[in-house]
């Protein structure tokens, strides 16, 4: 089980929680990423739950060999999310280390090699206390800026459901209570992870999902808010622009991008009687491109992809 207690004095110096807090002032931060992906550089990472549920519990073991804390994450089915403590070296290992890791996976899973080569992996240095909560919720509400029906606290593949909860209530989840815990054997907790290393006895399970408290610091989060009030204050006036003119464009895809594959499929349908993406010849698959580019607000770059055309063949065409 990861130790917070051991990084728990430098960290605290590092966030500036342990000073006075001054209305209008703002905190200098040490040692704090914004690591993410890039949306438009892969079709997908996570196609289903159970993609979704193994990814959540690769992030256990890979974290447990780093020097690292993470503050807040997010997966979404074409990029993540990690807002992260410590040096940069070991943030940077951990999630080039992760994406390799995804990598590995969907080619055993799908037979196709290096799926993940060309993924864009990027980061933004975090050095205040108001952008580190920015940052934090931003990645939060990640799917809900992406259209999903989900409150952030209630996606369940990210760290949003872990703040200001109060367990032994009917409307706590079922992982506070780490009731399925005793059923899982050290093998199972092994394979769940799908790890050699061995796991401590103590890491609680539920429904083979290795609880997310135990590798994300939800602590460290709450005393840098200070309160529940805070947290949904920072919730609710955090923007996407906040983050995105700080480090470049992030992608963010107003329509999700399961629900763009059935829209090509219809508009294609609509358009050429044909909603298989393989019966259409090039000029037809590039009409269907430049129909979708004027119809929702996805990326160039992406549209090419779901429309089987090279986007360095056809960016001038679209």
Known sequence: MIDFKTMESDVVSDLGIGLTATKGKVVSVRNCWHFYTAG?????????GQEFLDGMNRIFPIVACYDVLILAFVLMDTHVHFVLYG???SCNRFIHEYVRRTSMYLSLRYQKRKSLRDIEISHQSINDDRYLKTAICYVLKNPLSAGLPYN??????SSGSLYY???????????????????????????IAKTR????????????????????AVTIVER????HKAFYFYMSISKDVD?????????QLTVPLSEMRDNRRMLSQEM?????LRCLKMEQRLLLARRMKSRYNSSPKQIARLCGLVYDEVMDLL
């Open 152 to 157: 952030p606290w209630d996606y369940p593949w």
């Open 165 to 191: 909860r109060s367990p032994n209530i009917w409307t706590s989840p079922k992982w506070m209570l780490g009731m399925d815990s005793i059923l899982q054997t050290a093998q199972d907790k092994r394979m």
């Open 197 to 216: 290393v061995k796991i401590d006895s103590g890491i609680r399970v539920v429904d083979n999902l290795i609880l997310p408290d135990q590798y994300v």
């Open 243 to 251: 983050i995105e003119s700080r480090g470049g464009a992030i992608s």
């Open 87 to 89: 040096d940069f070296d």
């Open 224 to 227: 840098l808010f200070k309160s």
């Open 40 to 48: 438009d550089s892969v079709e997908v990472m996570f196609h289903n």
């Open 272 to 276: 050429f009687g044909k909603d298989e």
